[in-house]
């Protein structure tokens, strides 16, 4: 394995890095609260980007306060979202997470059902999990853009691991993940506990998605006794697995759960390339050498619509994906009813392309 670190500087080079800059204190920022559970170790610093670093520590509950630059917009379906708990008019700190409270498990769900509005008396949830080589500011700034692009009319849930957010943290990254995979499973019947009424929707990428998938398939289990099952829209991101093991071993079971299940993929995807030659076979968010295609997934292939620098983030980044996500997710269309989606029919059955803006 002497090209490990060669693959895993391609790999961590060509991800979305979300450097930003200082903000400008003149500039008009909108700001979006989301919550968060964490299994990174808390640093004790104050200074909200180093407060989570990329050691395992005890499950963390709050709400975090970002500031949104409208003029970086992507989607047309772009709204600034009402906050419920924080309330900031101005800039606290010079870059994009502005404040951090920490909230205990009961006050952390007590939060989210007042979200609720005689008009929507069971708003949705939306929950994030990232995937390798993410700070805990990226990843809530990713859930803030994600909540004002999509305009989403309920709480945004980051689910944090710890991620060493380093290049070379890959296989630390990976037994975090692991490590931190029952919490996820908590925290989804936590919430389908405390309301049942409100679907969960989650979206999982890269390395998220191995969590994911394995806490679909205990809460399955304990569904079948239990009939417990609020999860609304499943949707898989560029997943770093492995292919055929998904299909052969996975894709069965995803199938028989009473939620739709999206899958995006790219032909364009580096940092999956370089994982498909470290573990020297096909992840399944890469389509270079194929669609997937198996039954109960809708399979959306981006690789027309996305520039080759949106290879890996092209769920944060890219208008058309973006707005996919707003018919999908706000909408509930499935791909046949998706505006920018093309369908290609193969012998293994059908998938969409996402076609570019005119």
């Known amino acids: 394995m002497r090209f490990w670190p060669v693959i895993l500087f391609l790999a961590g080079s060509l991800l979305l890095a979300g450097c930003s800059s200082p903000l400008s204190p003149g500039k008009g920022y909108l700001y979006q609260e989301v919550f968060h559970v964490t299994t990174r170790k808390d640093t004790g610093l104050t200074r909200p980007d180093k407060r989570f670093g990329g050691e395992r520590g005890e499950v963390r509950f709050g709400v975090s306060m970002l500031a949104v630059d409208p003029d970086k917009t992507f989607s047309s379906f772009a709204e600034a979202q009402p906050n419920r708990l924080l309330q900031q008019e101005v800039l606290i700190e010079s870059q994009p997470l502005q404040q951090i409270v920490d909230l205990e498990q009961d006050a952390f769900l007590e939060q989210l059902a007042g979200y609720a509005t005689p008009d929507n008396p069971h708003p949705p949830v939306l929950i994030y999990i990232h995937g390798y080589k993410k700070s805990f500011k990226r990843a809530a700034v990713i859930s803030a853009q994600l909540r004002y692009e999509l305009g989403f009319p309920g709480p945004v849930i980051t689910f944090s691991w710890p991620s060493t957010n380093s290049v070379s943290g890959y296989a630390a990254d990976l037994e975090n993940l692991n490590w931190s995979r029952p919490v996820l499973?908590?925290?989804?019947?936590?919430?389908?506990?405390?309301?049942?009424?409100?679907?969960?929707?989650?979206?999982?990428?890269?390395?998220?998605?191995?969590?994911?998938?394995?806490?679909?398939?205990?809460?399955?289990?304990?569904?079948?006794?239990?009939?417990?099952?609020?999860?609304?829209?499943?949707?898989?991101?560029?997943?770093?697995?492995?292919?055929?093991?998904?299909?052969?071993?996975?894709?069965?079971?995803?199938?028989?759960?009473?939620?739709?299940?999206?899958?995006?993929?790219?032909?364009?995807?580096?940092?999956?390339?370089?994982?498909?030659?470290?573990?020297?076979?096909?992840?399944?968010?890469?389509?270079?050498?194929?669609?997937?295609?198996?039954?109960g997934v809708e399979t959306i292939d981006v690789s027309d619509a996305i520039p080759l620098f949106e290879g890996h983030g092209y769920y944060e980044a890219n208008k058309e994906t973006i707005e996919d996500l707003y018919y999908l997710i706000n909408k509930g269309l499935g791909a046949e009813e998706?505006?920018?989606?093309?369908?290609?029919?193969?012998?293994?059955?059908?998938?969409?392309?996402?076609?570019?803006?005119?």
């Open 185 to 295: 499973q908590q925290l989804i019947v936590n919430l389908q506990n405390s309301n049942p009424s409100s679907p969960i929707h989650i979206i999982a990428h890269s390395m998220g998605n191995k969590a994911l998938l394995e806490t679909l398939d205990e809460l399955q289990r304990i569904a079948s006794s239990t009939g417990d099952w609020s999860i609304g829209e499943i949707i898989l991101v560029a997943p770093d697995i492995d292919q055929e093991i998904f299909i052969r071993d996975i894709a069965g079971k995803l199938a028989t759960m009473p939620s739709r299940k999206t899958l995006y993929v790219s032909s364009k995807d580096f940092p999956l390339f370089a994982s498909a030659t470290v573990y020297q076979y096909p992840r399944l968010g890469d389509s270079r050498k194929g669609v997937p295609v198996v039954e």
């Open 338 to 358: 998706r505006p920018s989606l093309e369908a290609v029919e193969t012998e293994e059955g059908k998938y969409w392309r996402l076609q570019p803006a005119n």
